[in-house]
């Protein structure tokens, strides 16, 4: 497992811009699936987008594709989510999330999660 900790969150308007990054520590992390869930008030915890070892595989769910951009630093051992354009909707505690050797799909398929940086955006 890694240990991971997020930064970067805090308060916007709709239509501006964040970014947050997950610092990992571990020696292997250039061999972990990086990726962000978020959870919202009363909702489920959900996966916003995850990235490959090397970077160059990415996902994203739905509503933030063209808006949000993951990558990463292996050599700094970062992984970041480049949040333009946000709505209210995308309110929420949002979690640095890894696993090592192969992707995620879900919560139950996550090793290691961080702390989690809230996120509001106001209308």
């Known amino acids: 497992q890694v240990r991971l900790e997020e930064s970067g969150g805090g308060l916007v308007q709709a239509g501006g811009s964040l970014r947050l990054s997950c610092a990992a520590s571990?020696?292997?992390?250039?061999?972990?699936?990086m990726g962000w869930f978020r959870q919202a008030p009363g909702k489920e915890r959900e996966i916003v987008a995850r990235?490959?070892?090397?970077?160059?595989?990415?996902y994203y769910r739905d509503s933030v594709k063209g808006r949000f951009d993951i990558s990463r630093d292996n050599a700094k051992n970062t992984v970041y989510l480049q949040m333009n354009s946000l709505k209210p909707e995308d309110t929420a505690v949002y979690y640095c999330?890894?696993?090592?050797?192969?992707?995620?799909?879900?919560?139950?398929?996550?090793?290691?999660w961080g702390k989690g940086t809230l996120v509001t955006v106001s209308s």
């Open positions: 999330a890894a696993r090592g050797g192969s992707p995620f799909y879900s919560v139950d398929s996550v090793d290691s």
């Open positions: 571990g020696r292997t992390f250039d061999r972990y699936y």
């Open positions: 990235i490959s070892w090397s970077g160059g595989t990415t």
